[in-house]
């Protein structure tokens, strides 16, 4: 992609109302539009780093044999009513009349709406496990939205949900997605520590909230340090490796403020180990056993020939802030330099041509250079403008490609000045630039 032909419409200087680095550098580098309180269009570059996390998020649900639906936005309120959260949810649900005057709202999230599919279709014993999941637009008429897409009141959400026979199973279930879930962040180059949390208006008694730390984050968090170091790696999909790890979590205290003891942090962490501070939200778990499937009548016939209602649980990731919290964690703002990890850049490498008027030859090299990225599948966007040099390296710091290479008149042969963002200049062939990228990517 040619930088003269993007949309990409970068401004000057830093957007006054962004109060984070995230909203600052999403503003800045026309990622995202306002379009009313809360409410954003995503521009090119911003879309196509969400879509990436998709992806990454689509895979990983796959993984432990989550199976993708798509419900709609717009839900009836007949099957709120049914759970009884019509009244409960309050002034963050988008209530909407129809033409027939039929009470609609704006899904805030879906506990409702996936439990009657469940119950029409599903009656035995024998169809369970289930787990669902999609990934929609969801809306939460927040009172304050701040923070850019960080706090908004329309956002994007991969919401799964699980029905099992009992309590055991459902646990199962709950802990497939708590490994799904540390790899999916993992995978995006964030640490997110499980929290045990506050179960809210979703219900339950058995919550994580994956955290990843950062200054401007609005979870206040208690943790000890060691948590940090626990790794996922070798935990099989089977009951005992995965309670084992949810155990393995569950040793070290962590908690958000909800379920801050002061009396207990003081107890079970040792005063090196105390870790006080702040972090973004990017996943919430649930288990709530029959809260929805008991009001909602979705049973199903056991082995002896009883019946019960099925015990579910619900999985919420914030794709679209998920944006912001990378943002969050790889924003030198000081500097102004953003590195994307590879596994979500909008770009993998960033052309920059040192182009000079009457003289193209800087632009046909970037071309030769790009056509071999392109054979290997790497994406590049290239500076074809003839702004002045040190405006050219600005706004590809800001857009965040993890690596440079720069052509200019001196580019001689084949020898290439490259760069990974944060680390020295070499000089390298295309083929070896290719080389190290293709190798990072495959990493994840
Ligand atoms: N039904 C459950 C799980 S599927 C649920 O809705 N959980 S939630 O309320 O915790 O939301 C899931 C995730 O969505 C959160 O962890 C957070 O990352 C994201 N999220 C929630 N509210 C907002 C918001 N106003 N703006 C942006 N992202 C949000």
Not at 99 to 123: H, W
Not at 339 to 365: C, F, H, Q, R
């Amino acid at each position: 992609m040619y930088i003269s032909q993007s949309f990409i419409p970068i401004l000057k200087n830093n957007p006054s109302e962004a109060k984070i680095k995230s909203h600052q550098l999403m503003l800045r580098v026309g990622m995202i539009k306002q379009s009313s309180a809360g409410i954003y269009s995503w521009l090119p570059l911003g879309f196509k780093v969400m879509k990436k996390i998709e992806d990454i998020v689509r895979e990983e649900q796959n993984k432990i044999g989550a199976q993708e639906i798509l419900m709609p936005t717009i839900q009836s309120s007949e099957i709120w009513k049914e759970s009884g959260r019509y009244e409960d949810y309050g002034e963050e649900m988008l209530r909407i009349k129809d033409r027939q005057d039929r009470e609609m709202l704006y899904g805030p999230t879906n506990e409702e709406l996936v439990t009657d599919i469940f119950r029409a279709s599903v009656k035995s014993y024998k169809s369970l496990p289930q787990l669902l999941y999609h990934i929609q637009w969801k809306f939460r008429d927040e009172i304050r939205p701040r923070f850019g897409i960080m706090r908004c009141r329309e956002f994007y959400m991969k919401d799964a949900y699980s029905f099992d026979i009992s309590d055991e199973e459902a646990l199962f279930s709950y802990n497939k997605f708590f490994l799904s879930y540390l790899k999916t962040f993992k995978r995006l180059d964030l640490t997110a520590i499980p929290m045990a949390a506050d179960t809210g208006p979703i219900g339950g008694n058995l919550s994580h909230e994956f955290i990843i730390l950062a200054e401007t984050g609005e979870s206040k968090i208690y943790t000890d340090k060691r948590i940090f170091d626990l790794k996922s790696e070798g935990t099989k999909l089977e009951k005992k490796s995965l309670e084992d790890l949810r155990k393995k979590y569950e040793e070290f205290y962590s908690v958000t403020d909800e379920k801050f003891n002061k009396n207990e942090f003081e107890k079970k962490v040792s005063e090196t180990n105390r870790l006080k501070t702040k972090g973004i939200e990017v996943g919430h778990i649930f288990y709530f056993g029959d809260k929805y499937s008991k009001p909602m009548g979705a049973s199903v016939d056991l082995p002896g020939g009883k019946k019960d209602f099925v015990k579910m649980g619900s999985y919420g990731i914030g794709v679209s802030r998920l944006v912001g919290a990378i943002i969050e964690a790889k924003y030198d703002e000081k500097n102004e330099i953003m590195k994307w990890p590879i596994s979500v850049a909008p770009y993998d490498i960033g052309i920059i041509t040192m182009i000079n008027k009457n003289d193209n030859s800087a632009l046909e090299k970037a071309n030769k250079f790009n056509s071999e990225l392109e054979k290997n599948n790497i994406d590049a966007i290239i500076d074809d403008t003839d702004e002045n040099f040190s405006s050219k390296i600005k706004k590809m710091n800001l857009i965040g490609a993890p690596y440079q290479i720069i052509i200019g008149k001196q580019t001689e042969g084949d020898l290439i000045e490259f760069k990974e963002v944060g680390k020295e200049t070499k000089k390298l062939k295309i083929t070896e630039i290719i080389e190290i990228i293709k190798k990072q990517k495959e990493k994840n």
